[in-house]
């Protein structure tokens, strides 16, 4: 069988460390070929049948097979293919490290809310510059600071006192009704404005939101900071369909998933 292009799965840690070596896998050293995947809807597959509890984030690489100076042999899956996959399915096994060269693209796998793997995304450019990471409420994220002060919680635990992310949506995102457990200030950096309608405690929030446009037009009633306080319904996507727009989130006690609530 033969194919355009050949996909791989891998930690984006892994896929960075050592950028100028072939990329390996244990499987090289216990079976003697890299597993590979035929195509992103079966890679899909993989993802949530074997790493579903891996916390850090996956990659996937989209590999040139001409590029590759090790052998390609489409064989049944070892030892059986992931849940939803055919029985019969063929896996490309590359019987040798992959050769850096032979990467076309990388696409980075995001999750829902509960873990699972949804999607396999490129980057944007401002995505790229500022390496964000998908975030399971939609947009791209990177924390850029932690506060080493910490903050006991008698309901929590220990917490930072602060943290503080980039998020960026693209045009067409939104994020999904949510609400973190302490205070939220967003603050606008550039690209379009944005909506962020938020909503008091409750079933259906979108029924119930007010709305404020964070952006730099103050006589047009921008503002370019907003607090929402802490256990409040939020949502945010861009003013314009056709252009980004990026923030920073300043989360006081400090930002935990386990504060981290989306609405049903």
Known sequence: ??????????????????????????????????????????????????????????VLLELDPAELSSPVR???????????????????????????????????ARRDVHGEFVAFENRGETAQRLDLLPHPEGGWYRRTWTCAEKALLTD????????????????????????????????????SPLLLSTAARGEHPDARAETVTLGPDLPAGHSPQFLVPAGTWQCAEPASSAEETLVSCVVSPGFDFADFEVSS
Not at 83 to 103: C, I, K, M, N, S
Not at 168 to 187: C, F, K, N, Y
């Open 1 to 58: 069988m033969t194919t355009t292009t050949l996909f791989h799965l891998l930690p984006l840690r892994e896929y960075r460390s050592e950028s100028t070596s072939p990329i390996t896998a244990d499987s090289l050293e216990h079976e003697g070929f890299v597993h590979c995947s035929p195509d992103p809807e079966t890679t899909l597959a993989v993802a949530n049948g074997m790493y579903r509890s891996a916390e850090e984030q996956l």
């Open 74 to 108: 489409w064989e049944p899956p070892t030892p059986r293919p992931p849940e939803g996959v055919p029985p019969e399915t063929p896996f490309p096994h590359v019987y040798g490290p992959l050769d850096r060269a032979a990467v076309r693209g990388v696409r980075y």
């Open 156 to 191: 929590r635990g220990e917490r930072p006192s602060a943290t503080s992310i980039y998020y960026l949506l693209t045009p067409g995102e939104r994020s999904r009704w949510h609400s973190v457990r302490s205070d939220e200030l967003w603050m606008w950096h550039g690209g």
